[in-house]
């Protein structure tokens, strides 16, 4: 079964500073990662989707790598601000027996980020 | 609208009654998503459609809980005989299709269902 674990549960940041969340999932057969955020209330905007050949994706002050060897991903954070306070979830997809994909997700628990100014 | 819509927002029920959520997905999407966020955990995954294919039904945690979607169109998630534990927020996705690895999954805000 697989599982994804996020670490740190929950993180405090000045302003400006750059910061690495971490994600772990123990089954290396995955189709693709992806990277959310949830703000209080609301649902999950997808950040980015890294697919199993590919080794990182980038999007703004965003940047997410994947080792899937180890079972492991990052998303580091540039320069953050008070706007990034928000819940960062990752998800993994497995790869079924067909060599397709199954459709669900597997998610972490989640990493609290606080940017405060 | 242009993203996944979901209804009602907030539900409040008593034990014992019957639910049911709605879901719009993005227009063009063929494969729609159910998950359940509760308190304290992650998200857990429920059921998805998948255009004509039979709905992988794995995640729902027992038969009180059923789900239909017409055509590709809107979803209801029903949950039968409500129980205090099934008081979470439910989230929908959708994505252009299950077996593209390049789509991703968008969410809806979801419902949150509270059972007294």
């Known amino acids: 079964k697989q599982e994804v674990t996020q670490i740190p549960a929950a993180l405090s940041v000045p302003e400006g500073e750059n910061l690495v969340l971490n994600c772990s999932f123990t089954?290396?057969?995955?189709?693709?990662l992806q990277w959310f955020r949830q703000d209080p209330g609301k649902g999950l905007t997808s950040l980015l989707l890294?697919?199993?050949?590919?080794r990182e994706q980038t999007s703004g002050r965003l940047n997410a790598s994947l080792d899937k060897s180890s079972g492991r991903s990052t998303l580091y954070i540039a320069a953050s601000q008070p706007g990034d306070s928000a819940t960062y979830l990752c998800a993994v997809r497995l790869v079924n027996a067909g060599g397709t994909s199954y459709g669900k997700l597997t998610f972490g628990q989640g990493t609290i980020l606080t940017v405060h100014p | 609208g242009a993203g996944v819509s979901q209804s009602p927002s907030n539900k409040v029920t008593e034990k014992g009654k019957d639910v049911e959520l709605r879901c719009d997905p993005i227009s063009g999407h063929t494969a729609l998503y159910w998950y359940r966020q509760r308190l304290g955990q992650g998200l857990e995954f429920l059921i998805y459609f998948q255009g004509n294919s039979a709905p992988d039904k794995s995640g729902l945690p027992s038969d009180r809980f059923s789900a239909e979607r017409t055509g590709e169109s809107v979803s209801t998630l029903t949950i039968q005989r409500t129980q205090q534990e099934d008081s979470a927020v439910y989230l929908c996705a959708s994505s252009l299709g299950a077996r593209s690895r390049n789509q991703p999954q968008h969410f809806g805000d979801g419902t949150r269902l509270s059972i007294l």
């Open positions: 890294i697919q199993s050949s590919q």
């Open positions: 089954d290396s057969a995955i189709y693709n």
